[in-house]
C-alpha cells in the first residue's frame, strides 16, 4: 500500500476560503494526470506486475506534509 501526497495548484492557501465541491472537481480532474505519473513511474522501476494500493491525496504543500509525518514519527529531518 501507498500514500502518494501531491501538492496541487488548486488547493486553498492558509487564510483563504474555498467551495468543498470546488476543490474535489478539481482534484477528480487532476486524478487522470496523477493515475498516468504513477503508471509511468511503475513502468520505469519494472513494477508493474507488483499490486500496490494507492491512495491519492491532494495536499496544500506535500513537503509540509512529509516534514509534519516525519517529525511525529519521530525522524526529524
Known amino acids: 500500500m501507498a500514500l502518494a501526497g501531491f501538492a496541487v495548484p488548486f488547493y486553498p492557501k492558509e487564510d483563504v ?4 465541491d470546488e476543490i474535489a472537481e478539481a482534484a477528480r480532474e487532476a486524478l487522470v494526470d496523477w493515475r498516468n505519473k504513477i503508471g509511468r513511474g511503475l513502468a520505469a522501476n ?8 494507492f491512495f491519492c491525496m491532494p495536499l496544500p504543500s506535500a513537503q509540509d506534509f512529509r ?4 517529525e511525529a ?3 526529524k529531518r
Not at 17 to 20: C, F, L, S
Not at 67 to 70: K, T, W
Open 46 to 53: 519494472k513494477l508493474e506486475s507488483v499490486e500496490i494500493e
Open 17 to 20: 476560503e474555498a467551495v468543498a
Open 73 to 75: 514519527m519521530g525522524l
Open 67 to 70: 516534514d509534519a509525518f516525519l
